[in-house]
Each structure stands twice: as structure tokens, then as C-alpha cells.
């Protein structure tokens, strides 16, 4: 196999492997940021030496194995090095814990560890964009300039980012493992947070020059993929779940051919992907039947399948929609919740009632510099007719907005209301 | 990217004879992994081309042929479909397939208009 070859080979084989890697030496190392170098360490011996002789049968096993004997070496010749001086109990401790006979790993436990890792990665303790960075980069396999890419910083503040994170995870003592009852339903909606912060920074980007980045809802669909087969009892898991692949079966139908943003109502609704819908509403089904009252992203889910379901927006069960958006904004109390009911309020009932609930939210300090409520609200002039304040409304949104695509269908939709 | 992977047919799928119990094991395990992994999209088992039925198109004309089909080489026995990062992932996963005996298994990408390709 030439070189490179085995270079994409490996890359395929890190990509597979290096979240149960990590989580593997987590459970061992007790600490991410060993657990992650000794796993590089492993990355690194599998360059140098599978381009020689091949990629052995059980990548998996061999750089569990190469990762734990690199440990053990490096700590060894520390010893040796500063053996007049005292080692530090901690890399005493690493170095016993490493050096434990092989336990063979059941495929069980192996699952069990990354979900761990997975509640570490989203510990409350990290800035939410800590968390973001850290679990895509521990679970989602993804490299520092891949990450750096993703939530558009420079490489070096992505780096930055990932290594305080594991810091504050050491200093904070933050044990490795999945929350007790008490505290699971907190901790796992955070978790859920952040692989929504994922997806949704690839659905609607909120700044940059592409409407939609759809390689950061793919990591985001597999992070949800592997929660749900982890936590497969979790009602709101599987709701976040067929929430996100009902969106994502609109994404290609989301940018027309020049890269501009399209919205729901104009979208060719031919071209939603059908594999993805079925997920969706198979796991929104499985979503509800596990649940008791409904939970946020199950709710949204069923919003989503509601359009799913539909042939036009005409036919779209929007006094269904209105009514779930009032369980959603009863449970979260959150003001882009209601900006979006009066959407749906609008479809149901008519752009007065839609406006009414509209300029209710005007003062909202969340919602001051938020692009979609004059959104909205321009689009809602334009249904009564009142094009001079809908054309108003259209510029001062696309002032607000931070993504290239979609501020230019705002100015467009100003430009349409004339002068 | 997705990619459909496409597992031949043979004369005991063909007969609709069950697979062995180590060799159902395997296949299901091998199942389990694909889905904790978040690649598994969709996939099934076919049926016998004895329940199966072809159409062709002559013209205006439209001929049912009902099965079997005789060319081993026509036969699919079932399909996965899977979400990958790479065909490097892809193939990766394909060569931890519980397979043997000499079978070649297609993989192949779907066209299937992926926006992830604009990103």
C-alpha cells in the first residue's frame, strides 16, 4: 500500500477508534490530558510503523496496547532520570495504574467509557464553547485546524481552548463518570446542549460566508447517533436526535444554487432527503413513547415533523404547530420560543394576530439584537400591506445579521418592498 | 458522505435457508457496532429472487419476469447504508465485516446531492 494511502488509512482508523481510545485511557489515567497525549503517542507509532507493516488486524487493540506500553516507557525513563529527586505521586500513580495486566476490555465497558468521557467533555464546570471544543475534539475525532475551521476560530485559539479546558477539568477534579439519578436530568440536558450548539453552528451559521456548513451537522448527527445507542432509555436523547435529522433532511432544499439562503416556505420540497425524514419520525415516535409530558427537543422534534409530514405550507398542520410551540414556551419561558409562535400563530390564524404577539416581544432585552425578530416582523408587514415599515424592518435585520448568505436574501426582501 | 454497501447473494441465501447461529452472532454484532458508531443509516436482509420480479421496458411495452433470477452474479441478498466521514472510514468498516470464503463485497457512494461536499 503506498504511503499515503495508509496514511488516509490510519486517519479512517483514528477517526473509528480514537474516542473509545481515549475514553479507554481515561478510565485507566483518570485525567483526559494524559489520556489524549498517550493516545497521540500511539497515533504516532501507528505513522511510523504501519506503513512498513501493515495495518494489523485489530487497530483498535493495537493502539489500546501501544498507547499503554508508550506510557509505561515514557514514565519509566523519568523515573530513571530523576530518580536522586522524589516522583511525583501522580505519575507514580499513572504508572502503576498503567502497568496493570492487560484487562480485556469488554465491548460493554469500552461503551460505558465513552459515555463517560462524554459527560466530562459537557461538565458545567467548562464555558459552554469549551465544552463544544472539547468534545469535538475528544469524541468527535476532529483535529485542531478541523476544529479551528468549525467554530471559526484561528488554530491557535482552538488550541488554546481545548488545553484550558483540560486543565479545568484536572484542577476541578471532575470524576470520570456518568451522574448519579439526582443529577443526571441537568447533566444530560447539558450534554444535549452542546451537540445541538454543534449542529446548529452547521444549520444556521451564525457568522462566516456559508448559510449552512454541513460537515459540522454531520459530527453533530453522529454525536447524537452514539448518545442514543448509549443512552437508548432517554427519551429527550432520541428527541434531540430526530429533531436534528428532520432538520438536516432539509439542509441540501436550505441553499439554492449560488449558495444563497432558501427559506422553508420556497424550499423544493422534493429534494428533502426521505431517508432522513423516516429516522426522524421513527425516533420521535420512539422519543414520545418514552416519555411522560414531552420533553424541549422532543417537542421541537414534533414542530419539525409537522413540516416533514407536509406537501406545501399550505398543508401544514399549523394549529398543531401553535400548540406545541405553547408546550415549548411553557416549559423553556424562552423569547425566540414565542418569536417563533407568532409564526406559527400567523399561519394559523393571520398576520394580525401574528404581529400582535410580535411587537409584544419588541422590548424583549434578549431579542434586541436578534436579526429574525424584525425578521419576522417584516414579514409580517408584508402580509398587511404595510411595505414602507416592512422594508424598514428587513434593513435593520440585515444590520443584525452575521452570516453573509442570509443577510443578502434580507437586503433582497428590502429591495423587493421598493422605496 | 453515504455509502451503500452491497452484499451478495449465494445458493443457500438464494434457498432462503437461515445462517448458522456463530454466523448470525457475528452479523449482529457486527450491526451493534456500526449503529454505536452512528455510521449504521438503514440497511436489510432481502428475500429470495423467488419473491422477487423483474420489468422490462421494450418500447411502450412492459414485460413482468417473475423470479428467480439465475445469474448468480444479479443477486443481492441485502444492502447497508452508512454515513461516513471518508471512503477511507467506509472501507474501514467494510474490512471489519464478519465475512470469508472468498466474497467480494461492493461499496459504493451515494450520489446523493450531499451539501456536506460544498463545505
Sequence with gaps: ?419 | MRFMVLVPGNPESEAGAMPGADELEAMSNYNEELVKAGVMLAGAGLLPTSKGAKVRFEGRERTVIDGPFTEAKELVAGYWIWECASRDEALEWLKRAPFGGGIEIELRQLDDDDPAAQD
Design chain 1, 1 to 419: 500500500m503506498a504511503a499515503s494511502a495508509t496514511h488516509r488509512a490510519i486517519d479512517a482508523v483514528w477517526r473509528i477508534e480514537s474516542a473509545r481510545l481515549i475514553a479507554g485511557l481515561t478510565r485507566i489515567v483518570r485525567d483526559v490530558s494524559v489520556a489524549e497525549d498517550l493516545a497521540q503517542d500511539a497515533l504516532v507509532a501507528a505513522l511510523e510503523q504501519w506503513p512498513e507493516s501493515g495495518i494489523p488486524d485489530n487497530p483498535g487493540a493495537w493502539l489500546m496496547a501501544t498507547a499503554k506500553r508508550r506510557g509505561i516507557d515514557a514514565l519509566r525513563r523519568r523515573v530513571t532520570l530523576e530518580r536522586k529527586q522524589e516522583l511525583i505521586g501522580r505519575e507514580l500513580q499513572i504508572l502503576q495504574q498503567l502497568d496493570q495486566p492487560e484487562l480485556v476490555a469488554q465491548v460493554d465497558d469500552v461503551q460505558d467509557d465513552v459515555l463517560r468521557l462524554i459527560f466530562m467533555t459537557c461538565h458545567p464546570v467548562l464555558s459552554r464553547k469549551a465544552r463544544v471544543a472539547l468534545t469535538l475534539r475528544l469524541l468527535g475525532g476532529l483535529s485542531t485546524p478541523e476544529i479551528a475551521r468549525a467554530l471559526l476560530v484561528s488554530e491557535g485559539t482552538a488550541t488554546q481552548r481545548v488545553v484550558r479546558a483540560k486543565r479545568t477539568l484536572a484542577e476541578a477534579h471532575v470524576p470520570f463518570e456518568v451522574p448519579g439519578r439526582d443529577e443526571l436530568a441537568d447533566r444530560l440536558s447539558a450534554v444535549l446542549e452542546v451537540i445541538y450548539l454543534v449542529f446548529n453552528e452547521g444549520y444556521a451559521a451564525t457568522a462566516g460566508e456559508h448559510w449552512i456548513r454541513p460537515a459540522l451537522c454531520g459530527d453533530a448527527l453522529r454525536l447524537g447517533r452514539v448518545l442514543a445507542a448509549l443512552m437508548p432509555r432517554e427519551p429527550e436523547v432520541h428527541g434531540l436526535l430526530a429533531l436534528m435529522e428532520l432538520q438536516a433532511s432539509r439542509l441540501r432544499a436550505r441553499v439554492g444554487p449560488q449558495g444563497e439562503a432558501v427559506r422553508l416556505a420556497d424550499q423544493d420540497r422534493a429534494r428533502w432527503d426521505r431517508l432522513l425524514v423516516q429516522r426522524g419520525l421513527a425516533g420521535l415516535q420512539r422519543a414520545e413513547q418514552l416519555s411522560g409530558a414531552l420533553g424541549p427537543y422532543t417537542l421541537q422534534a414534533a414542530i419539525a415533523a409537522c413540516h416533514a409530514r407536509a406537501r406545501s405550507v399550505e398543508q401544514t398542520d399549523w394549529p398543531r404547530i401553535v400548540a406545541l410551540y405553547d408546550g415549548l414556551a411553557a416549559l423553556t419561558g424562552s423569547p425566540v420560543v414565542e418569536l417563533n409562535r407568532a409564526v406559527a400563530v400567523t399561519m394559523a390564524f393571520g398576520p394580525e394576530a401574528g404581529l400582535e404577539l410580535v411587537d409584544a416581544l419588541a422590548d424583549e432585552p434578549a431579542l434586541r439584537d436578534y436579526h429574525l425578530l424584525p425578521s419576522v416582523r417584516g414579514d409580517l408587514l408584508v402580509r398587511l400591506g404595510r411595505v414602507a415599515e416592512a422594508r424598514a424592518a428587513f434593513v435593520r435585520a440585515a444590520d443584525l445579521c452575521g452570516n453573509g448568505p442570509e443577510r443578502e436574501l434580507l437586503l433582497s426582501r428590502a429591495v423587493a418592498c421598493g422605496t
